[in-house]
Nanobody, 115 residues
């Protein structure tokens, strides 16, 4: 089992920045892929960014140039630096970790972009 704890969400004005953090604990020695999805009201959950243990990154085209994912493999943490926030970035952001065929999810952290 893997437990994921997220932090860093909140209310921010358009153009602002946030940093989301996620820490994994439990049976974490085989985590390959970690990253973030988001789900806006009335929409499907979508991939924001993910990073493998080797450092390969996948990212949604909608966040390229604004969001930066980073990972500390030794500490089993993954961070998402979010810049130039837009109202359409408003969503619940979920951290995930993949071990083999199993995927674990955090409880989510709300990001609201509004003036």
């Amino acid at each position: 089992q893997v437990q994921l704890e997220e932090s860093g969400g909140g209310l921010v004005q358009p153009g602002g920045s946030l940093r989301l953090s996620c820490a994994a604990s439990g049976s974490i020695f085989s985590i390959y892929d970690m990253g973030w999805y988001r789900q806006a009201p009335g929409k499907q959950r979508e991939l924001v960014a993910a990073i493998t243990v080797g450092g390969s990154i996948r990212q949604s085209d909608s966040v390229k140039g604004r969001f930066t994912i980073s990972r500390d493999v030794a500490k089993n943490t993954v961070d998402l630096q979010i810049n130039s926030l837009k109202p359409e970035d408003t969503a619940v952001y979920y951290c995930y970790a993949a071990l083999g065929t199993s995927v674990y999810w955090g409880q989510g952290t709300q990001v609201t972009v509004s003036s």
